[in-house]
Nanobody
Framework: QVQLVESGGGLVQPGGSLRLSCAAS????????MGWFRQAPGKEREFVAA????????SYADSVKGRFTISRDNAKNTVYLRMNSLKPEDTAVYSC?????????????????WGQGTQVTVSS
């Protein structure tokens, strides 16, 4: 059974940092792209960042470019999202997902497995 478990969320002040982790189990995902999405209350789930199977290609939403960094460790079947200079508008539930292909996409339809998510709250 495929399982994705996110961790690392929490409450942080504006300007602070967090690192999210997503550990995959049930199979190896080293051949597939992985992505992070987020959903704020009352809003649709939106793309945040994605990374290719090798880690050589990344993609970011304009709203997080320059502040967030996605990375992966295929030996650990884990993908990370480093979030710096956090803003209140970054508050959301962050979920990771496994892509259907090797290369990153911003489209939700391009992902086949999803985690339950971890809450990130940016507030003073």
């Amino acid at each position: 059974q495929v399982q994705l478990v996110e961790s690392g969320g929490g409450l942080v002040q504006p300007g602070g940092s967090l690192r999210l982790s997503c550990a995959a189990s049930g199979r190896t995902f080293s051949s597939y792209a992985m992505g992070w999405f987020r959903q704020a209350p009352g809003k649709e789930r939106e793309f945040v960042a994605a990374i290719s199977w090798s880690g050589g290609t990344t993609s970011y939403a304009d709203s997080v470019k320059g502040r967030f960094t996605i990375s992966r460790d295929n030996a650990k079947n884990t993908v990370y999202l480093r979030m710096n200079s956090l803003k209140p508008e970054d508050t959301a539930v962050y979920s990771c997902a496994v892509g259907s292909t090797s290369y990153p996409t911003r489209e939700k339809s391009g992902y086949k497995y999803w985690g339950q998510g971890t809450q990130v709250t940016v507030s003073s």
